[in-house]
């Protein structure tokens, strides 16, 4: 099966409160994490990557955290809008590999 | 630019019918990836072209035959499919193998629908 997964399938939150959507992996050898977000009838969109050097990356609105000793990963989102209702996909790279594997993705609702 | 397009957007087809996927990417990428993705999942990879050469093929069927004519050109033919083939294929692009960024871009995909 898949090394990445997710937590949880669906989470709802306010418009205006933070998001975080969370990630498992179970490959130590991994080096390199992103997430996608991807709308209805698009391709994904890359929203922030981290190294496994790293233990925290910021964008704008977006934050990923990296936790290798239990081995997961997070995406918070900042002052949820409408705009983010998506689904959100982890990935993570063995190193040396060139192929992503990705999790099960996290389905992102925004209510008003 | 940084943009992967990807045509048709749609396409419908029998199952004894032959059509390509196309894929375009003007960043400089010498890698390139089709993934295939079903409703509520993540993608799938599917193939793998570093520097124009086939580099991962992930045990597809061989009615998905894929082709990379040059380093912006990535094609998907498609023969005698079935019809639990019908998902959106995505095609990927990256720097590639010892560059620094790892980083994928997808193109919108193409809505294979199998009649």
């Known amino acids: 099966g898949e090394s990445v997964g997710l937590h949880l399938p669906t989470l709802s939150v306010q418009e205006g409160d933070n998001s975080i959507i969370n990630c498992a992996y179970s490959?130590?050898?991994?080096?390199?994490f992103i997430w996608y977000k991807q709308e209805s009838g698009k391709g994904p969109q890359f929203i922030i990557d981290?190294?496994?050097?790293?233990d925290k990356r910021q964008g704008q609105r977006v934050t990923v955290l990296l936790n290798k000793t239990v081995k997961h990963l997070s995406l918070q989102i900042a002052a949820t809008q409408p705009g983010d209702s998506a689904v959100y996909f982890c990935?993570?790279?063995?190193?040396?590999?060139?192929?992503?594997?990705f999790g099960q993705g996290t389905r992102l609702t925004i209510n008003p | 630019d940084t943009e992967v397009t990807q045509t048709p957007k749609h396409l419908v087809m029998g199952m004894t019918n032959k059509k390509s996927l196309k894929c375009e990417q003007h960043?400089?990428?010498?890698?390139m990836y089709w993934y295939k993705q079903k409703a509520k999942k993540p993608p799938e990879l599917m193939f793998v072209?570093?520097?124009?050469?086939?580099?991962i093929n992930e045990s597809v069927p061989s009615r998905f035959s894929p082709e990379c004519p040059n380093s912006s050109l990535l094609n998907l033919h498609l023969h005698a499919l079935q019809p639990e083939d019908s998902a959106l294929y995505l095609c990927?692009?990256?720097?590639?193998?010892?560059?620094?960024?790892?980083?994928?871009?997808f193109g919108p995909g193409t809505r294979l629908t199998v009649t």
């Open positions: 990927a692009s990256s720097q590639g193998p010892g560059q620094p960024s790892y980083e994928q871009y």
């Open positions: 490959n130590s050898a991994s080096d390199y």
């Open positions: 981290i190294r496994s050097n790293m």
């Open positions: 990935a993570e790279r063995q190193q040396g590999a060139q192929k992503l594997v």
């Open positions: 960043m400089g990428h010498r890698a």
């Open positions: 072209y570093s520097y124009e050469k086939l580099s």
